[in-house]
C-alpha cells in the first residue's frame, strides 16, 4: 500500500471515531434534552439523523464536484474543521433545537467519506477499484470499532463527554491531513466546474446517460435505506429488548466493526475474486437479509451480541457497486460519482430514519403490541427489493 492510500485510511478511521463516540449515550441524551421517554426519544433522534442528512443529500453532489475542480485536499480539510466546532455546539447544547440545528451544519460539511472515496479512486488502477473501496469502507468500521467502545466509556462520566472527545478527534483529523494528505487532482483530471453538477437532480442527469449508472444507484439507495436501520434503531433496540448500558451498545457496535473490518479490508477480495462484482453484490444482498431476520427474532442479548458481528459478513455489496460504476465513468468524474453516491446514501438517510423509528416507537408503546425487531422486518422487504432489481438486470 503506498503512503497517500495510508494516509486516506487514516483520515477516515479519525472521522469515523469521531461520529461512533456519540451512538451509545444519543438515546439518554435526548431523554435529558427533552425530558421523554425512550419511544419519544427515538422519534427526536430520526429527526436528526434526517435533517443531516437532507444537508448532506443537498451539497453531497456540490462538494464532490468541488473537489473534481478545486482538489479532494481543501474540501476535505474544511469539512474537517467545521465539524470539530460543530461537535463543540453539541457538547453543550441544552436543548433539542441546538442539537437539531449543530447536525444541520454537519450535514453540510460531511465530505470525508465520499472525498476519500474519490481520492482513493484517483490512485486506483480500474482493476482494483472495487477492493480499494472495501478498504475505505475496512477503515469506517475500525473506526466504529474504536468510537463506540470510548463513547460507551465516556458515557459512564455524562452524556456530553463522547462529544468533547469527537471534537478533538476531528481536529486531529484536520491537523493529520493538514500535514500529510496529498492532492490527488492533476491537471489531466481537473474538470471545469459546471452549475448542473452543483446539485444532486443535475449531477444525477450528468451521469446516467452512461449505461447501467441509474440503476446502480437506485439499487445503492435500496441498500442504505435497508441498512440505516443501524444507526437508526440500534441504541434503542438495545436498550427495549435487552436493557443494554451506554458501555453494552458501544461494545456491541465495536464487535460489528471489528467483523466489518475484516470483511471490507480482506474476505471481500476472495469473495470479488470468486463470485466477481455482480455475485458479490447478490451474496451481500441474500446474506444481509438473513441477518435482518434473525436480529427482528432474537430474545437472547447474549444471542444477539454473537449475531451483531456475524450480521457484518454481508458488508460486501456497497464497495462491489461502488466499482462496478468507478469503471463506467472516466477519471475526470470520480468525484462526482462519489459525491452522487453521497447523496444517495443522505436520501436514504432522509427517507430510513422516520421510517424505522416510528415502526420501532408503535411497537414499543406502553399501549401498543411490543415487537422492538419490527424495523428489521421492514429493512428485510426493501432488500428483497434490491435483489429483485439486481436478478432483474440479468
Known amino acids: 500500500m503506498r503512503a497517500p492510500q495510508a494516509v486516506l485510511l487514516g483520515t477516515v478511521t479519525i472521522d469515523a471515531m469521531g461520529v461512533g463516540l456519540m451512538i451509545p449515550v444519543l438515546p439518554d441524551l435526548l431523554r435529558e434534552v427533552t425530558g421523554s421517554g425512550l419511544a419519544q426519544a427515538a422519534l427526536w433522534g430520526g429527526l ?227 463470485l466477481g462484482d455482480r455475485g458479490t453484490v447478490i451474496y451481500g444482498l441474500v446474506f444481509n437479509g438473513v441477518a435482518f431476520l434473525a436480529l427482528a427474532l432474537v430474545q437472547s442479548g447474549t444471542l444477539a451480541m454473537i449475531l451483531t458481528p456475524l450480521a457484518a459478513f454481508g458488508a460486501v455489496t456497497s464497495p462491489a457497486l461502488q466499482g462496478m460504476l468507478a469503471r463506467v465513468v472516466g477519471d475526470d468524474e470520480q468525484g462526482a460519482l462519489q459525491g452522487l453516491f453521497s447523496s444517495a446514501a443522505a436520501l436514504a438517510a432522509i427517507v430510513s430514519p422516520p421510517i424505522m423509528t416510528a415502526i420501532f416507537a408503535a411497537f414499543t408503546r406502553p399501549e401498543g403490541p411490543y415487537f422492538p425487531g419490527a424495523p428489521f422486518l421492514a429493512s428485510l422487504a426493501i432488500l428483497g427489493l434490491a435483489l429483485a432489481l439486481v436478478l432483474r438486470r440479468g
Do not use: H
Open 48 to 274: 436528526l439523523s434526517t435533517g443531516f442528512s437532507a444537508m448532506q443529500f443537498l451539497c453531497g453532489p456540490a462538494l464532490g464536484a468541488l473537489s473534481d475542480r478545486y482538489g479532494r485536499r481543501p474540501i476535505l480539510l474544511v469539512s474537517l474543521a467545521v465539524m470539530a466546532a460543530d461537535y463543540l455546539v453539541m457538547a453543550l447544547a441544552a436543548t433539542v433545537w441546538w442539537l437539531l440545528a449543530a447536525r444541520l451544519v454537519s450535514g453540510v460539511t460531511a465530505a470525508t467519506q465520499s472525498t476519500a472515496s474519490a481520492a482513493m479512486s484517483d490512485l486506483s488502477p480500474p482493476e482494483k477499484k472495487s477492493a480499494n473501496f472495501g478498504l475505505i469502507g475496512a477503515a469506517f468500521g475500525m473506526g466504529f470499532v474504536l468510537g463506540p467502545m470510548l463513547g460507551g466509556v465516556l458515557g459512564e462520566f455524562g452524556t456530553r463527554a463522547p462529544f468533547y472527545a469527537a471534537a478533538a478527534l476531528a481536529a486531529l483529523n484536520c491537523a493529520l491531513g493538514w500535514w500529510v494528505l496529498p492532492e490527488t487532482v492533476t491537471d489531466r483530471t481537473r474538470r471545469p466546474l459546471e452549475m448542473r453538477r452543483l446539485n444532486p437532480l443535475g449531477a444525477f442527469r450528468a451521469l446516467n446517460r452512461l449505461e447501467g449508472v441509474g440503476q446502480g444507484i437506485f439499487t445503492f439507495f435500496l441498500l442504505q435505506v435497508a441498512f440505516f436501520v443501524y444507526p437508526a434503531i440500534w441504541a434503542y433496540y438495545g436498550t427495549a429488548r435487552f436493557g443494554w448500558s451506554p458501555g453494552m451498545i458501544g461494545l456491541s457496535l465495536a464487535l460489528f466493526g471489528i467483523a466489518v473490518a475484516f470483511v471490507q479490508g480482506g474476505l471481500i477480495r476472495v469473495i470479488l475474486r470468486v
